[in-house]
């Protein structure tokens, strides 16, 4: 153990530490094309990603012509279901993704995720990537049950609890990220690289990376 200044790392998923975007986009324009509405370059999807999948959704049809004549919950479903059966196809940690967290491990920090994905829905893409044994608790939109995700602070007590207790900090890319640590009064950093739902520098973290490189020295800079 060293004398790192935390002792829990929690991290988002889609945009933080995994790029989901083209795994996710082809989820999504499987579900607008079931609808009629056209579909969504992949490399535009990841500015719908954000806030889970109902969130997402919503955005994407409403950029298309609103939610008139839309079972949006049944779509939602297709949506899902499709992710679930093809979720890792194109899906990988960041650059230095790997690099950072053993050096995160290596200096006795418990890792643990909080994810407005649906906690069978990460747990299922963790397991895929074999990533599954690095983290103290994997947390999910759904697991606290409904109006606890983020931006509320539940996910992120949560998260502290199970990792054991101590001092903690968050890393994510959006609003729903910084707003969730801002609740639970933790540090928070962000990511340039991410799906950003406004510019990274204004999402009002603590300190903003652009490569997971960066991160151990701006945690140790927060302390």
Same mark, same amino acid.
């Given at each position: ?67 008139? #004549?839309?079972? &949006? ?22 650059? #230095? ?47 606290? #049950? ?23 900090? &968050? ?32 999402? #009002? ?6 490569? &997971? ?11």
């Amino acid at each position: 153990m060293t004398d790192f200044p935390f002792q829990i790392v929690g991290f988002d998923l889609d945009g933080t530490l995994l790029d989901t975007a083209h795994d996710i986009g082809h989820a999504l324009n499987h579900a607008l094309a079931h609808a009629g509405r056209p579909l969504v370059p992949l490399e535009e999807a990841r500015r719908f990603i954000g806030g889970g999948s109902a969130q997402m959704l919503h955005n994407a049809l409403m950029a298309s012509g609103g939610l008139d #004549g839309v079972d &949006f919950a049944s779509l939602q479903e297709r949506l899902l279901a499709f992710y679930a059966d093809n979720i890792a196809r194109h899906t990988a940690l960041f650059p #230095g993704g790997e690099a950072m967290m053993d050096a995160l491990a290596s200096r006795g920090v418990h890792l643990a995720i909080a994810t407005n994905k649906r906690e069978d829905l990460a747990r299922r893409l963790f397991d895929e990537l074999g990533l599954t044994p690095r983290f103290a608790t994997i947390i999910g939109g759904n697991t606290l #049950g409904p109006g606890r995700a983020k931006p509320a602070p539940d996910m992120l007590h949560e998260m502290t609890a199970r990792g054991g207790g101590g001092a903690a900090a &968050f890393v994510g890319d959006t609003t729903f990220d910084v707003g969730a640590a801002r609740a639970a009064q933790m540090p928070v950093v962000a990511v340039s690289f991410g799906f950003n739902d406004l510019p990274a520098h204004e999402l #009002g973290a603590d300190a903003v990376i652009d490569h &997971f490189d960066e991160l151990v020295p701006a945690l140790e800079m927060l302390a």
